[in-house]
């Protein structure tokens, strides 16, 4: 149990509705750095709109040069609905997604795009990660351990307005799952005139900050031994409720 998993994160001031150029950023900005994972913020192809985006192909091909998975959510069609979806893409080319369950209808997102209607949870260098998505994190419920993950991985928009709330339930989650959290947010202004402030963290199980940033990265070793030790003394999980989630 010696998995140590390195995430690296890029708090990207995503170029509106325009993905060559958010691409050619984040190329950049990862051209000389070795991770395990990449992750990317929500809808970092596009910015926050309503706009559906073929990015798929330049994930798989990023994660293939890199040799790391390459993460983030983009906008997709899909039967002629709309999916705030989550791609995790592997290496060798193997793309599994969770689509967005909380749709944020305080700015009209569940009028757009459709719910998803299951967790997804990937595993990759031995550890499990649950993807989640922006508004998801409001919602502990949906992201509840059942000893099925050690990893959650949170991608947003999350204005500054409201960056208290982001971060406090970021620590929460880490705390109450007894998880690693990695929470990525973007940064910059949008083309909605809403501003995003460098807000993104890396929390351990006892929800101690454990990312470093250099420039707009943020990185964070996810110890797996380590993860285990301090499951294994603090065993709060074994005290959790039973429940049953209804989707």
Not at 1 to 22: E, S
Not at 24 to 48: C, H, N, R, W, Y
Not at 190 to 208: C, V
């Amino acid at each position: 149990m010696g998995n140590i998993v390195k995430i690296t994160g890029l708090n990207l001031d995503i170029v509106w509705k325009n993905p060559r150029a958010n691409f050619e950023i984040i190329e950049k900005e990862f051209a000389e750095v070795q991770t395990d994972v990449i992750l990317l913020p929500e809808m970092f192809s596009t910015g926050f709109c309503m706009d559906a985006g073929e990015t798929l192909a330049w994930m798989k091909a990023l994660a293939k040069a890199k040799d790391a998975a390459v993460a983030g959510s983009i906008s997709v069609k899909e039967n002629g609905k709309f999916f705030n979806r989550f791609y995790f893409v592997k290496p060798d080319g193997c793309a599994d997604f969770y689509d967005k369950r909380h749709l944020f209808s305080y700015s009209g997102e569940d009028k757009i795009y459709q719910a998803g209607t299951q967790r997804k949870v990937v595993e990759f260098r031995g550890i499990r990660f649950l993807l989640q998505v922006c508004y998801d994190l409001r919602f502990p419920v949906f992201s509840r351990n059942r000893d099925d993950y050690e990893a959650i991985l949170f991608v947003a928009n999350w204005p500054q307005s409201r960056i208290d709330a982001w971060r406090s339930l970021l620590k929460a989650r880490a705390i109450e799952n007894l998880a690693f959290v990695f929470g990525l947010n973007r940064i910059g202004t949008d083309g909605n005139q809403l501003f995003y402030e460098e807000s993104s963290h890396a929390f351990f199980a006892d929800g101690s900050e454990i990312s470093e940033k250099s420039g707009n990265l943020i990185t964070a070793d996810f110890d797996l031994a380590e993860l285990q030790k301090f499951r294994e003394k603090f065993h709060f999980l074994q005290d959790r409720d039973d429940f049953e989630l209804i989707l």
